[in-house]
């Protein structure tokens, strides 16, 4: 038998497939629970190198998985923040070039600018403007000025953590954050905020409807036959048959309402969830094809993006 001793060998065979699913699956466990406090700090980062809350949780998700792996290959845990961050920099420019966005400068470049001191200080006015611009506004930024103006006036890294975390030197840093911080001050003068619609999309407004009144025969009634779910953090799956399963999880869970939302720039339904660890709001994406569902992103297990966004709802 599979995992059991070998008879008259007095060896063990090789583990059974469910233990060794188990030992990968708290492995994952220990991992996700050892960078929880970081992960909304990264996509901070993530979704201002993007340009987009969801794009840098799909950057935040496959810095991890990056992490995760790398970390099999090491003998010791090395510092996890800057760590991390160094893979997330380099995750989000290869997203931001897959995608075709196009880059003023490259991040080589600005290691051969002159320093100037007085440019450098702790400048309260353009942490300000860095907060408070619109996400997409730092992808007017090539990528070192972007990176260096986030994690300097966004998440407030020293300019030591930065060339860390960016593989710069200090001088290259203060460069970059400085003409980042000019590029940024123009861009967000020229800037149009994403406004919503004046209402919800009518395939939006009748999921809601018919999620909101648990009638689920309904709701996969407008499921595509190929539909894809990623129940962001936890699991994927695809086809009918299999996503069907997921709406289970909120017939089973008392405590929440949904209604169609504005959020990151797209339509979402917006769900308010109460329970044990409070009220919490969260949202999720759904992609549409002929009038079905193709693709439902949840984003239960990530609530944090909600942080990094207003949640309107829409009439």
């Known amino acids: 038998m599979v995992g059991s001793t070998v008879e008259g060998s007095g060896a063990e065979?090789?583990?059974?497939?469910?233990?060794?699913?188990?030992?990968?699956?708290?492995?994952?466990r220990r991992?996700?629970?050892?960078?929880?406090?970081?992960?909304?700090?990264?996509?901070?980062?993530?979704?201002?190198?993007?340009?987009?809350?969801?794009?840098?949780?799909?950057?935040v998700q496959e810095t991890?998985?990056?992490?995760?792996y790398e970390l099999s290959q090491l003998e010791a845990l090395p510092p996890l923040r800057p760590w991390l961050f160094r893979i997330a920099h380099h995750r989000a420019i290869d997203h931001w070039r897959r995608e075709k966005l196009r880059a003023s400068e490259p991040i080589e470049s600005a290691e051969g600018v002159a320093d100037d001191a007085a440019l450098e200080p702790e400048n309260a006015a353009a942490r300000r403007q860095a907060v408070q611009a619109a996400i997409a506004s730092f992808l007017a930024l090539a990528p070192a000025q972007r990176g260096c103006v986030i994690l300097k006036d966004v998440l407030d890294h020293s300019l030591d953590e930065i060339a860390i975390e960016l593989g710069l030197s200090v001088q290259a840093v203060k460069?970059?954050?400085?003409?980042?911080?000019v590029a940024l001050q123009s861009a967000g003068a020229v800037a149009v905020p994403s406004r919503p619609p004046a209402g919800a999309s009518p395939e939006l407004k009748r999921y809601a409807a018919l999620f909101g009144a648990h009638d689920w025969d309904g709701v996969r009634a407008l499921l595509a036959d190929d539909?894809?779910?990623?129940?962001?953090?936890?699991?994927?799956?695809?086809?009918?048959?299999?996503?069907a399963r997921y709406f289970g999880n909120y017939a089973r869970t008392p405590g929440w309402?949904?209604?169609?939302?504005?959020?990151?720039g797209r339509e979402v339904l917006a769900v308010e969830e109460s329970g044990a660890v409070g009220?919490?709001?969260?949202?999720?994406?759904?992609?549409?094809?002929?009038?079905?569902?193709?693709?439902?992103?949840?984003?239960?297990?990530?609530p944090y993006i909600a942080q990094e966004g207003v949640i309107e709802e829409l009439p």
């Open 13 to 28: 065979g090789p583990p059974a497939d469910a233990d060794l699913i188990g030992v990968l699956e708290e492995g994952r």
């Open 64 to 68: 991890l998985a990056r992490a995760y």
């Open 31 to 59: 991992f996700l629970a050892l960078v929880a406090d970081v992960r909304p700090e990264l996509l901070r980062y993530c979704a201002r190198m993007t340009g987009s809350i969801a794009d840098g949780e799909d950057v």
């Open 227 to 243: 539909v894809r779910l990623d129940l962001v953090s936890r699991r994927k799956s695809a086809g009918r048959r299999e996503v």
């Open 175 to 181: 460069a970059a954050l400085h003409r980042g911080r």
């Open 279 to 302: 009220m919490r709001r969260y949202v999720v994406q759904l992609a549409w094809r002929e009038g079905r569902v193709a693709a439902i992103r949840d984003f239960r297990y990530v």
């Open 257 to 264: 309402r949904v209604a169609p939302a504005w959020f990151d």
